[in-house]
């Protein structure tokens, strides 16, 4: 397969970006995206272009990293998967095919395709955690009962890679799916509730300090993201940070 891939380059974090088109040839239709974009590379390099810069890692939809504007879509064509577990058989042979950065105020970009998501890391260490006393004899880890629907929901909620397809999609750069499905997974199990009302008030006071835009419901995000987090997690942080609200003044 052939095809013609406008992306977006920029040097540095300042510099002005644009988009570049460049051919490229002898892609499989089994290779993954970020496989072609091996091929690309390979190609810009051997004609002394630099490569495309992007972020990857696990190449199995786990780490969140690969995150990428494919065809004005965060992940690209297809539903509930990571752009390195998208196929170059979803495209026709010949097409055009456009890249570009996740772009949000809170995800600036270093270099071509590559954002800075710390801002999300942030959030995670404003609250999204347990603390535990590892020190002496400690309970088994399943000693607590917990109803199954409940364990269901945590673990649908922590299935969030943290990829920020959600902040991406949202038209106002809302990161409320993700904080969402983080105090979502603790709300839902007892170990998570002595720290509850500090997590919520934490993560969510991160979250505008980082400069994400707030939720309107246009509901983008649940339709993007590549782990069907629900919007019902955004419905439960909303309920936990009402009464956290309400409870700590
Ligand atoms: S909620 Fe979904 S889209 Fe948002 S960061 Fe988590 S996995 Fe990615
Ligand atoms: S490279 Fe890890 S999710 Fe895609």
Redesign the pocket.
């Known amino acids: 397969m052939n095809f013609t891939i406008n992306v977006w380059r920029q040097s540095g974090p300042e510099a002005k970006g644009r988009i570049e088109t460049y051919p490229v040839s002898g892609i499989s239709d089994h290779m993954s995206f970020l496989e072609m974009i091996d091929v690309l590379n390979e190609q810009l390099i051997n004609q002394d272009i630099e490569p495309v810069v992007f972020d990857?890692?696990?190449?199995?939809?786990?780490?969140?990293?690969?995150s990428m504007f494919i065809n004005g879509e965060a992940h690209g064509p297809g539903r509930s998967i990571?752009?390195?577990q998208l196929h170059m058989r979803e495209f026709k042979d010949g097409e055009t095919i456009t890249i570009e950065p996740f772009r949000a105020k809170a995800f600036p970009i270093i270099k071509d395709l590559m954002v800075d998501r710390s801002s999300l890391d942030r959030i995670i260490q404003s609250g999204g955690f347990v603390s535990v006393n590892t020190a002496g004899k400690q309970p088994d880890a399943n000693a607590i009962p917990i109803e199954k629907a409940d364990a269901d929901a945590a673990f649908d909620a922590a299935t969030c890679?943290g990829?920020g397809a959600c902040v991406a999609t949202c038209k106002n750069a809302s990161a409320m799916l993700f904080v969402g499905a983080k105090v979502s997974q603790f709300a839902l199990l007892p170990q998570g509730k002595i720290e509850a009302e500090d997590r919520v008030l934490n993560m969510v006071n991160q979250m505008d300090l980082e400069g994400f835009g707030n939720c309107t419901n246009t509901g983008a995000c649940e339709v993007e993201c590549p782990k069907g987090i629900s919007l019902e997690t955004i419905a439960r942080m909303n309920r936990e940070f009402l009464s956290a609200s309400l409870s700590s003044k």
Do not use: F, L, V
């Open positions: 990857h890692d696990c190449r199995e939809g786990i780490c969140g990293s690969c990571t752009t390195c890679i990829c």
